[in-house]
T-cell receptor
Framework: DTEVTQTPKHLVMGMTNKKSLKCEQHMGHRAMYWYKQKAKKPPELMFVYSYEKLSINESVPSRFSPECPNSSLLNLHLHALQPEDSALYLC??????????????FGPGTRLTVL | GQNIDQPTEMTATEGAIVQINCTYQTSGFNGLFWYQQHAGEAPTFLSYNVLDGLEEKGRFSSFLSRSKGYSYLLLKELQMKDSASYLCAVTSGGGNKLTFGTGTQLKVEL
Protein backbone atom coordinates (compact mmCIF):
# COMPACT_ATOMS: atom_id res chain seq x y z
CA ASP A 1 0.00 0.00 0.00
CA THR A 2 1.49 3.32 -1.10
CA GLU A 3 -1.40 5.57 -0.17
CA VAL A 4 -1.04 9.13 0.99
CA THR A 5 -4.32 10.90 1.75
CA GLN A 6 -4.99 14.63 1.76
CA THR A 7 -7.93 16.72 2.92
CA PRO A 8 -9.71 18.73 1.77
CA LYS A 9 -9.68 18.01 -1.98
CA HIS A 10 -10.71 21.57 -2.76
CA LEU A 11 -10.48 24.74 -0.70
CA VAL A 12 -11.58 28.28 -1.43
CA MET A 13 -10.49 30.96 1.01
CA GLY A 14 -10.32 34.69 1.33
CA MET A 15 -7.11 36.59 1.95
CA THR A 16 -7.98 37.13 5.62
CA ASN A 17 -8.93 33.53 6.37
CA LYS A 18 -6.98 30.93 8.30
CA LYS A 19 -7.20 27.37 7.06
CA SER A 20 -5.22 24.13 7.27
CA LEU A 21 -4.36 21.39 4.83
CA LYS A 22 -3.95 17.89 6.17
CA CYS A 23 -1.92 14.92 4.98
CA GLU A 24 -1.76 11.39 6.36
CA GLN A 25 0.19 8.23 5.60
CA HIS A 26 0.24 4.86 7.34
CA MET A 27 3.18 3.29 5.56
CA GLY A 28 5.62 3.91 8.40
CA HIS A 29 7.46 6.48 6.32
CA ARG A 30 9.74 8.80 8.25
CA ALA A 31 9.95 11.67 5.76
CA MET A 32 7.06 13.86 4.63
CA TYR A 33 7.02 16.70 2.13
CA TRP A 34 4.91 19.63 0.94
CA TYR A 35 5.02 20.71 -2.70
CA LYS A 36 3.24 23.50 -4.57
CA GLN A 37 2.25 23.04 -8.19
CA LYS A 38 0.95 25.77 -10.50
CA ALA A 39 -0.88 24.94 -13.71
CA LYS A 40 1.34 23.46 -16.43
CA LYS A 41 4.39 23.65 -14.14
CA PRO A 42 6.25 20.92 -12.24
CA PRO A 43 5.87 20.54 -8.46
CA GLU A 44 8.11 22.79 -6.38
CA LEU A 45 9.37 21.67 -3.00
CA MET A 46 8.27 23.77 -0.03
CA PHE A 47 9.13 21.82 3.14
CA VAL A 48 10.67 18.53 4.21
CA TYR A 49 10.10 16.83 7.55
CA SER A 50 12.56 14.13 8.55
CA TYR A 51 11.74 12.07 11.64
CA GLU A 52 9.12 14.69 12.54
CA LYS A 53 11.62 17.55 12.45
CA LEU A 54 11.69 20.27 9.83
CA SER A 55 14.82 19.62 7.77
CA ILE A 56 14.28 21.76 4.67
CA ASN A 57 12.40 25.05 4.21
CA GLU A 58 12.76 26.31 0.66
CA SER A 59 12.50 29.97 1.67
CA VAL A 60 8.72 29.73 1.83
CA PRO A 61 6.84 32.87 3.03
CA SER A 62 5.77 32.77 6.66
CA ARG A 63 2.09 32.81 5.68
CA PHE A 64 2.65 29.07 5.12
CA SER A 65 3.35 27.25 8.37
CA PRO A 66 4.02 23.50 8.40
CA GLU A 67 3.46 21.21 11.34
CA CYS A 68 4.19 17.53 11.89
CA PRO A 69 2.23 16.35 14.97
CA ASN A 70 3.44 12.76 14.62
CA SER A 71 5.10 10.46 12.13
CA SER A 72 1.85 9.84 10.21
CA LEU A 73 0.47 13.36 9.98
CA LEU A 74 1.56 16.54 8.25
CA ASN A 75 -0.33 19.82 8.29
CA LEU A 76 0.10 23.05 6.38
CA HIS A 77 -1.42 26.07 8.11
CA LEU A 78 -2.41 28.94 5.84
CA HIS A 79 -2.90 32.55 6.90
CA ALA A 80 -3.22 35.81 4.98
CA LEU A 81 -2.62 34.18 1.62
CA GLN A 82 -2.46 36.03 -1.68
CA PRO A 83 -4.31 35.18 -4.90
CA GLU A 84 -1.00 34.07 -6.44
CA ASP A 85 -0.85 31.31 -3.82
CA SER A 86 -3.69 29.55 -5.63
CA ALA A 87 -2.28 26.19 -6.73
CA LEU A 88 -2.39 22.44 -6.20
CA TYR A 89 -0.70 21.56 -2.91
CA LEU A 90 0.79 18.11 -2.88
CA CYS A 91 1.92 16.07 0.08
CA UNK A 92 4.39 13.22 -0.32
CA UNK A 93 6.11 10.71 1.93
CA UNK A 94 9.16 8.47 1.68
CA UNK A 95 10.50 5.64 3.75
CA UNK A 96 13.89 6.77 4.96
CA UNK A 97 15.07 10.36 4.72
CA UNK A 98 18.65 9.18 5.25
CA UNK A 99 18.65 7.56 1.83
CA UNK A 100 19.80 9.81 -0.94
CA UNK A 101 17.43 8.34 -3.51
CA UNK A 102 14.30 7.47 -1.60
CA UNK A 103 11.10 7.15 -3.60
CA UNK A 104 8.49 9.74 -2.76
CA UNK A 105 4.81 8.82 -3.00
CA PHE A 106 2.33 11.61 -3.57
CA GLY A 107 -1.15 12.22 -2.26
CA PRO A 108 -3.98 13.42 -4.53
CA GLY A 109 -3.44 17.05 -3.59
CA THR A 110 -5.57 19.94 -2.37
CA ARG A 111 -6.72 22.40 -5.02
CA LEU A 112 -6.50 25.80 -3.30
CA THR A 113 -8.13 28.97 -4.60
CA VAL A 114 -7.46 32.27 -2.85
CA LEU A 115 -9.95 35.02 -3.60
CA GLY B 1 21.96 24.82 -8.81
CA GLN B 2 20.32 22.19 -10.94
CA ASN B 3 19.22 22.15 -14.55
CA ILE B 4 16.88 19.45 -15.85
CA ASP B 5 15.75 19.46 -19.48
CA GLN B 6 13.02 17.48 -21.20
CA PRO B 7 11.11 18.01 -24.45
CA THR B 8 7.92 19.95 -23.88
CA GLU B 9 5.60 17.82 -26.00
CA MET B 10 5.62 14.52 -27.86
CA THR B 11 3.03 12.70 -29.93
CA ALA B 12 2.97 8.97 -30.58
CA THR B 13 0.63 6.33 -31.99
CA GLU B 14 -1.27 3.73 -30.00
CA GLY B 15 0.67 0.47 -29.89
CA ALA B 16 3.97 2.13 -30.71
CA ILE B 17 7.10 2.75 -28.60
CA VAL B 18 8.14 6.20 -27.43
CA GLN B 19 11.32 7.40 -25.75
CA ILE B 20 11.30 10.50 -23.56
CA ASN B 21 14.73 11.97 -22.92
CA CYS B 22 15.97 13.89 -19.91
CA THR B 23 19.30 15.61 -19.41
CA TYR B 24 20.45 17.04 -16.13
CA GLN B 25 23.26 18.99 -14.56
CA THR B 26 23.60 18.73 -10.81
CA SER B 27 26.17 18.38 -8.08
CA GLY B 28 25.91 15.59 -5.54
CA PHE B 29 23.65 13.40 -7.69
CA ASN B 30 21.84 10.64 -5.78
CA GLY B 31 19.16 9.31 -8.08
CA LEU B 32 16.82 10.00 -10.99
CA PHE B 33 13.08 9.38 -10.88
CA TRP B 34 10.30 9.27 -13.43
CA TYR B 35 6.72 10.17 -12.56
CA GLN B 36 3.53 10.17 -14.59
CA GLN B 37 0.96 12.88 -14.00
CA HIS B 38 -2.49 13.05 -15.53
CA ALA B 39 -4.12 16.48 -15.65
CA GLY B 40 -5.45 17.53 -12.26
CA GLU B 41 -4.05 14.47 -10.51
CA ALA B 42 -1.02 13.72 -8.35
CA PRO B 43 2.27 12.45 -9.79
CA THR B 44 2.50 8.66 -9.81
CA PHE B 45 5.88 7.00 -9.36
CA LEU B 46 7.04 4.99 -12.37
CA SER B 47 10.72 4.17 -12.04
CA TYR B 48 14.04 5.24 -10.61
CA ASN B 49 17.73 4.79 -11.38
CA VAL B 50 20.67 5.18 -9.06
CA LEU B 51 23.31 3.32 -11.04
CA ASP B 52 24.01 3.33 -14.78
CA GLY B 53 21.92 0.99 -16.87
CA LEU B 54 18.41 -0.03 -17.69
CA GLU B 55 15.59 -0.69 -15.23
CA GLU B 56 12.55 -2.49 -16.65
CA LYS B 57 9.07 -2.49 -15.13
CA GLY B 58 6.48 -4.00 -17.41
CA ARG B 59 5.75 -1.63 -20.31
CA PHE B 60 8.01 1.03 -18.80
CA SER B 61 11.82 1.09 -18.77
CA SER B 62 14.21 3.77 -17.62
CA PHE B 63 17.87 4.21 -18.49
CA LEU B 64 20.57 6.24 -16.78
CA SER B 65 24.06 7.37 -17.75
CA ARG B 66 25.56 9.28 -14.85
CA SER B 67 28.69 10.27 -16.77
CA LYS B 68 26.56 11.87 -19.49
CA GLY B 69 23.90 13.33 -17.21
CA TYR B 70 21.29 11.58 -19.32
CA SER B 71 18.23 9.44 -18.79
CA TYR B 72 15.34 8.22 -20.86
CA LEU B 73 11.95 6.68 -20.19
CA LEU B 74 10.80 4.08 -22.70
CA LEU B 75 7.12 3.32 -23.02
CA LYS B 76 6.14 0.25 -25.03
CA GLU B 77 2.79 -0.86 -26.47
CA LEU B 78 1.37 2.60 -25.99
CA GLN B 79 -2.22 2.92 -24.83
CA MET B 80 -4.52 5.93 -24.94
CA LYS B 81 -4.41 6.10 -21.14
CA ASP B 82 -0.66 6.79 -21.38
CA SER B 83 -1.48 10.32 -22.53
CA ALA B 84 -0.12 12.34 -19.62
CA SER B 85 2.77 14.51 -18.48
CA TYR B 86 5.99 12.61 -17.72
CA LEU B 87 8.23 14.24 -15.14
CA CYS B 88 11.94 13.60 -14.79
CA ALA B 89 13.22 14.41 -11.30
CA VAL B 90 16.59 14.30 -9.58
CA THR B 91 17.62 14.00 -5.95
CA SER B 92 20.95 15.44 -4.92
CA GLY B 93 22.82 16.32 -1.77
CA GLY B 94 21.20 15.51 1.54
CA GLY B 95 17.57 15.54 2.59
CA ASN B 96 16.22 13.63 -0.40
CA LYS B 97 15.29 16.91 -2.06
CA LEU B 98 13.49 16.15 -5.32
CA THR B 99 13.83 18.65 -8.16
CA PHE B 100 11.60 18.19 -11.19
CA GLY B 101 12.11 18.96 -14.84
CA THR B 102 9.38 20.87 -16.65
CA GLY B 103 7.71 17.66 -17.80
CA THR B 104 6.96 16.18 -21.22
CA GLN B 105 3.33 16.20 -22.32
CA LEU B 106 2.76 12.96 -24.23
CA LYS B 107 -0.24 12.62 -26.50
CA VAL B 108 -1.14 9.14 -27.73
CA GLU B 109 -3.21 9.09 -30.91
CA LEU B 110 -5.10 6.36 -32.74
Amino acid sequence: DTEVTQTPKHLVMGMTNKKSLKCEQHMGHRAMYWYKQKAKKPPELMFVYSYEKLSINESVPSRFSPECPNSSLLNLHLHALQPEDSALYLCASSQDPGLGADTQYFGPGTRLTVL
Amino acid sequence: GQNIDQPTEMTATEGAIVQINCTYQTSGFNGLFWYQQHAGEAPTFLSYNVLDGLEEKGRFSSFLSRSKGYSYLLLKELQMKDSASYLCAVTSGGGNKLTFGTGTQLKVEL
